[in-house]
C-alpha cells in the first residue's frame, strides 16, 4: 500500500522554465514532508521541507506547496538549470514516529 | 568532510555468504537508520536506533541484524545472502525531522 505517491516517473522541462513535480499522500497523520534530490551512484539529498501548519515554503529556486484538502504536495524549481536534473523523492512522516515513507521518485531532465 | 559515510560502496558475494555494510556519521546525531531501495526504486526503512537502541524495526527477516558500537556508527550484518537481498542499501542519520543519507552500499548476491 503505497502511502505516498508520486505518478510521473519522470518529467522533461526546457531549461529556463519551471519544473513542477507532484505528490500524493493517503495518510492524514503525516506531519511533515520533504523533498529529497538524487544524482545517480549517490545517496539522496535533502532538499526543502514543509510542516503541516504551512502551506508554503521556499527556498532560493525552491518552493514546495502543500494542499492538506487535497492530500497533495508539489515542488516547483525556477528557473530550472542543468545541474537540476536528478530524481526527486518526494517524502512524509509523523513527526512522532520518526519514520519517513518515501515516494518512488520522479526523474526530472532538463533540456538544453 | 563526509557527513554520512558508508563502506564498502560495492560488494558482490554469493549465495550464503555472510556480509557486513558499515555506516558512519560525523555529525553528532542521535539517530540513524538502514533504508534498502530495491529493484523497483522504492525506498524503504528497515531499522532506526536512537542513542544505540533500536527503535524501529521494520519486517525484515532476522538474517539482518544491525549493531550500534555506538552513537556514530550503525553496522548492518547479512547471514546467509539470497538473491533477493540484492540492492542499494543506505544509512543516513537525524537529530530532527530530517534526515541525511550516505552515498549507499550496492549489494549484488550471485
Known amino acids: 500500500d503505497q502511502q505516498v505517491k508520486q505518478n510521473s516517473p519522470s518529467l522533461s522541462v526546457q531549461e529556463g522554465r519551471i519544473s513542477i513535480l507532484n505528490c500524493d499522500y493517503t495518510?492524514?497523520?503525516?506531519?511533515?514532508f520533504l523533498w529529497y534530490k538524487k544524482y545517480p551512484a549517490e545517496g539522496p539529498t535533502f532538499l526543502i521541507s514543509?510542516?503541516?501548519?504551512?502551506d508554503k515554503n521556499e527556498d532560493g529556486r525552491f518552493t514546495v506547496f502543500l494542499n492538506k484538502s487535497a492530500k497533495h504536495l508539489s515542488l516547483h524549481i525556477v528557473p530550472s538549470q542543468p545541474g537540476d536534473s536528478a530524481v526527486y523523492f518526494c517524502a512524509a512522516s509523523v513527526v512522532l514516529d520518526d519514520k519517513i515513507i518515501f515516494g518512488k521518485g520522479t526523474r526530472l531532465h532538463i533540456l538544453p | 568532510d563526509t557527513a554520512v559515510s558508508q563502506t564498502p560502496k560495492y560488494l558482490v558475494t554469493q549465495m550464503g555468504n555472510d556480509k557486513s555494510i558499515k555506516c558512519e556519521q560525523n555529525?553528532?546525531?542521535?539517530?540513524m537508520y538502514w533504508y534498502k531501495q530495491d529493484s523497483k526504486k522504492f525506498l524503504k526503512i528497515m531499522f532506526s536506533?536512537?542513542?544505540?537502541?533500536?527503535?524501529i524495526n521494520e519486517t525484515v527477516p532476522n538474517r539482518f541484524s544491525p549493531k550500534s558500537p555506538d552513537k556514530a556508527h550503525l553496522n548492518l550484518h547479512i547471514n546467509s545472502l539470497e538473491l533477493g537481498d540484492s540492492a542499494v542499501y543506505f544509512c543516513?542519520?537525524?537529530?530532527?525531522?530530517?534526515?541525511?543519507f550516505g552515498p549507499g552500499t550496492r549489494l549484488l548476491v550471485l
Open positions: 495518510n492524514s497523520m503525516f506531519d511533515y
Open positions: 555529525l553528532g546525531h542521535d539517530t
Open positions: 543516513a542519520s537525524s537529530r530532527t525531522e530530517t534526515q541525511y
Open positions: 514543509i510542516s503541516s501548519i504551512k
Open positions: 536506533y536512537n542513542n544505540k537502541e533500536l527503535i
